[in-house]
């Protein structure tokens, strides 16, 4: 399987099951595009009459691209199919928990699928027994992997901070002990930032995501706080104490885009001229009937941003000012290995959330949902069907992902978006895969170029 494109004056093909990534000229793209379904004599006869190039050109061309596939460059057959099939019977380790300290927020943000932090149920704080009996339920699950994560997560976790440096003490305490290494992660809205809270997260979390919008009336709209009132000029003074602070890195700045902002890169923009490098942009999930719903009338618009966003990138980088979109983070020469492009996040089977109460679901985004709980911290996974349902969540079990070329880029696609757009964790959330394509299209662009930038400037040097 190929796929080609055209983008910022290059023509792009991938061979999808070697990650091979080609630039040609018109030619070749187009004899590529051909190649499967036209005999030579039919290229020779279509490209002659389109370029008006001598015959022995264009079979110099077809030659070429023969032996990319006979090198397994181009063309190259789909080796991983029967290896998703095993993924229900295959054994998992419980490598990550997600710990919802605190199920209760001091922002009334709208569009948040958490209900405000409530989660469709009551308020709580987790206690340092649950989060405690949740660490050792994770050690005991964790078999021989010694690299363990926890994400402090919530509503707003900073609202029960002092659970959360009791269980990271904790944790560094028994890691001799019990031979893992903790890496911790936090995610906050900012408002209860303060010194106290910067020198924990400095000494001891390997990343902080931190919540805006971008511009100021952009993510006043939406995040408010429960008096009403907007919360950017309280927390984006914190966001860059905390930046300056931790040294530009170990961090990324995470927003919302809406129907109200399809021209979210001003924001991404706005947010690097604050000084933030690290950055993430995410598309709204919400019912369709929500007035800041995404629409398929704002597809062109987004898919134009993301390429506006793909080349100021470009510009920043040569001018010696670059910054990270999260999205775009791709590596070609390697990357995550073939079980992990097949299978994903692995929520629900690798990675699980834990409420306040000690419950364990699938993943953040299925807390509260009955069907989807997986048992308890104390009893451990109960509830083994839902976890065989989520073994099948691969690029292999969506028959929407047979024939698309960036299965092994989304490996599937998120289970919790294809449950809440088609009421099945192994559908597919159409709108998504949209926007991911174009996003990795963008992101194999920037490739390209880059390799290009490099070869001149080692011409130059």
Same mark, same amino acid.
């Given at each position: 399987?190929?796929?080609?494109?055209?983008?910022?004056?290059?023509?792009?093909?991938?061979?999808?099951?070697?990650?091979?990534?080609?630039?040609?000229?018109?030619?070749?793209?187009?004899?590529?595009?051909?190649?499967?379904?036209?005999?030579?004599?039919?290229?020779?006869?279509?490209?002659?009459?389109?370029?008006?190039?001598?015959?022995?050109?264009?079979?110099?061309?077809?030659?070429?691209?023969?032996?990319?596939?006979?090198?397994?460059?181009?063309?190259?057959?789909?080796?991983?199919?029967?290896?998703? *099939?095993?993924?229900?019977?295959?054994?998992?380790?419980?490598?990550?928990?997600?710990?919802?300290?605190?199920?209760?927020?001091?922002?009334?943000?709208?569009?948040?699928?958490?209900?405000?932090?409530?989660?469709?149920?009551?308020?709580? !704080? &987790?206690?340092?027994?649950?989060?405690?009996?949740?660490?050792?339920?994770?050690?005991?699950?964790?078999?021989?992997?010694?690299?363990?994560?926890?994400?402090?997560?919530?509503?707003? #976790? !900073?609202?029960? *901070?002092?659970?959360?440096?009791?269980?990271?003490?904790?944790?560094?305490?028994?890691?001799?002990?019990?031979?893992?290494?903790?890496?911790?992660?936090?995610?906050?809205?900012?408002?209860?930032?303060?010194?106290?809270?910067?020198? *924990?997260?400095?000494?001891?979390?390997?990343?902080?995501?931190?919540?805006?919008?971008?511009?100021?009336?952009?993510?006043?709209?939406?995040?408010?706080?429960?008096?009403?009132?907007?919360?950017?000029?309280?927390?984006?003074?914190?966001?860059?104490?905390?930046?300056?602070?931790?040294?530009?890195?170990?961090?990324?700045?995470?927003?919302?885009?809406?129907?109200?902002?399809?021209?979210?890169?001003?924001?991404?923009?706005? &947010?690097?001229?604050?000084? *933030?490098?690290?950055?993430? &942009?995410? #598309?709204?999930?919400?019912?369709?009937?929500?007035?800041?719903? !995404?629409?398929?009338?704002?597809?062109?618009?987004?898919?134009?941003?993301?390429?506006?966003?793909?080349?100021?990138? !470009?510009?920043?980088?040569?001018?010696?000012?670059?910054?990270?979109?999260?999205?775009?983070?791709?590596?070609?020469?390697?990357?995550?290995?073939?079980?992990?492009?097949?299978?994903?996040?692995?929520?629900?089977?690798?990675? &699980?959330?834990?409420?306040?109460?000690?419950?364990?679901?699938?993943?953040?985004?299925?807390?509260?949902? #009955?069907?989807?709980?997986?048992?308890?911290?104390?009893?451990?996974?109960?509830?083994?069907?839902?976890?065989?349902?989520?073994?099948?969540?691969?690029?292999?079990?969506? #028959?929407?992902?047979?024939?698309?070329?960036?299965?092994?880029?989304?490996?599937?696609?998120?289970?919790?978006?294809?449950?809440?757009?088609?009421?099945?964790?192994?559908?597919?959330?159409?709108?998504?895969?949209?926007?991911?394509?174009?996003?990795?299209?963008?992101?194999?662009?920037?490739?390209?170029?880059?390799?290009?930038?490099?070869?001149?400037?080692?011409?130059?040097?």
């Amino acid at each position: 399987m190929i796929h080609r494109y055209k983008q910022n004056g290059y023509n792009i093909v991938l061979d999808v099951f070697s990650g091979s990534v080609h630039v040609v000229d018109d030619l070749a793209y187009d004899i590529i595009g051909m190649y499967e379904n036209t005999d030579t004599d039919g290229i020779i006869a279509a490209m002659t009459e389109k370029y008006g190039v001598d015959a022995s050109e264009i079979r110099d061309c077809i030659d070429d691209v023969e032996e990319l596939k006979n090198e397994g460059k181009l063309f190259t057959e789909d080796e991983y199919e029967d290896l998703a *099939f095993d993924f229900k019977a295959r054994n998992t380790v419980v490598k990550a928990l997600c710990l919802h300290v605190a199920h209760t927020c001091n922002l009334n943000c709208e569009y948040c699928f958490a209900s405000q932090g409530k989660y469709h149920g009551d308020r709580a !704080l &987790m206690s340092f027994e649950v989060a405690k009996q949740a660490i050792d339920f994770l050690i005991e699950n964790s078999g021989s992997r010694r690299n363990l994560e926890v994400d402090f997560f919530g509503g707003e #976790p !900073l609202m029960n *901070f002092e659970v959360v440096k009791q269980i990271t003490a904790y944790c560094r305490s028994i890691e001799k002990e019990k031979g893992k290494n903790f890496r911790f992660t936090l995610t906050t809205n900012g408002v209860l930032l303060d010194d106290e809270v910067i020198d *924990f997260a400095n000494k001891e979390c390997h990343n902080v995501v931190l919540s805006l919008d971008g511009r100021k009336e952009v993510h006043d709209r939406l995040r408010k706080t429960v008096n009403g009132k907007g919360s950017y000029d309280t927390i984006v003074p914190k966001f860059r104490h905390f930046v300056e602070r931790r040294g530009n890195k170990g961090y990324y700045i995470r927003g919302t885009f809406t129907h109200n902002n399809t021209d979210f890169t001003e924001d991404i923009f706005h &947010m690097a001229d604050l000084g *933030f490098t690290e950055l993430s &942009m995410e #598309p709204v999930v919400c019912p369709p009937d929500d007035p800041y719903a !995404l629409t398929y009338d704002d597809l062109p618009v987004l898919f134009e941003q993301y390429e506006i966003l793909a080349k100021d990138m !470009l510009r920043r980088e040569k001018e010696g000012k670059p910054i990270t979109f999260y999205h775009y983070m791709l590596d070609l020469s390697s990357g995550p290995c073939i079980y992990k492009r097949i299978s994903g996040c692995g929520s629900g089977t690798e990675y &699980m959330a834990v409420t306040p109460w000690g419950d364990l679901y699938p993943c953040h985004q299925f807390v509260g949902y #009955p069907d989807y709980l997986l048992g308890n911290v104390y009893d451990g996974v109960t509830n083994p069907e839902v976890q065989n349902e989520f073994k099948l969540c691969n690029a292999y079990a969506r #028959p929407d992902c047979r024939d698309c070329w960036a299965k092994l880029y989304c490996s599937g696609g998120c289970a919790a978006n294809a449950y809440h757009a088609t009421g099945s964790v192994t559908g597919t959330y159409q709108y998504g895969c949209e926007l991911f394509k174009k996003r990795i299209e963008c992101a194999i662009m920037m490739k390209v170029a880059q390799a290009e930038n490099n070869n001149e400037n080692e011409v130059t040097a």
